[in-house]
């Protein structure tokens, strides 16, 4: 039973609404989240140190033309650049993770199994290894997929879109994501085509991308 694992479990049944004798299998995925939040609270993370990074502002060919705050970038929507990794097990589930509460754009959002964005001091594989670490707690071998143009869709983001598999554990940094879980590949498809309000834009647009390569051979 799930209570033997919460503390105060009636709390918990009471909050979420769910009968307090309920089984694993019979909660839904957003119960699961709450329950994952019940049990170890994300933490607020210092914002501090996210204001004053530094992102490259390029031009419309992905070319630097100086760098800038992280808030000037994003409140102006200046071009700029960002990765996305998809991060495979063997059975070829994706790892999604959901943004936390606490991020400035697309909080609780449905997202790439990492992504961020290049610092001034940066180059875009660099920043791959850097968020696969920070984020999952992991550093495996990445493939490009796609370069993917700076748009709207991408948040005026260019993105290098990469892949990676791992068979051990994930270590997510519960500061930067909600939760997260491996899905099949035509689940995803169905969860977006059905709910693409669940998920950040850029995912989307990478996610589309991915199964148009993958569709027409190997990434």
């Known amino acids: 039973m799930l209570r033997e694992r919460v503390d105060d479990w009636d709390a918990f049944a009471r909050d979420v609404k769910i009968d307090p004798k309920a089984r694993a299998e019979e909660l839904s995925l957003r119960q699961w989240v709450d329950l ?3 049990i170890a609270p994300p933490p607020c993370p210092d914002t ?7 992102f490259p502002v390029v031009d419309k060919s992905d070319r630097i033309l ?3 705050p992280r808030s000037q970038v ?13 991060i495979f097990n063997p059975d070829g589930e994706l790892y999604l993770q959901q943004r936390s509460r606490w991020k400035d754009r697309h909080p609780l959002k449905w997202d790439s199994s990492a992504a961020g964005h290049v610092t001034a001091a940066e180059s875009y594989d660099e920043t791959a290894q850097r968020e696969l670490n920070e984020e999952l707690g992991i550093s495996v071998s990445l493939s490009k997929i796609a370069k993917l143009s700076a748009s709207e869709c991408t948040d005026y983001e260019f993105v290098w879109l990469y892949r990676g598999e791992v068979t051990g554990h994930l270590s997510p940094n ?4 909600e939760t997260g879980a491996f ?4 689940m995803i498809d169905g969860w977006v085509s059905a709910r693409p309000e669940d998920f950040a834009p850029g995912f989307i647009k990478c996610w589309k991308v991915y199964r148009q390569k993958s569709r027409s051979g190997p990434t």
């Open 36 to 38: 994952v939040n019940f």
């Open 48 to 54: 501090g140190l996210t204001k004053s990074e530094r």
């Open 183 to 186: 899905f099949p590949e035509n």
């Open 174 to 177: 519960r500061s930067e994501i």
């Open 66 to 68: 100086r760098d800038a």
């Open 74 to 86: 994003h409140g102006n929507n200046l071009l700029h650049r960002a990765v996305h990794i998809f």
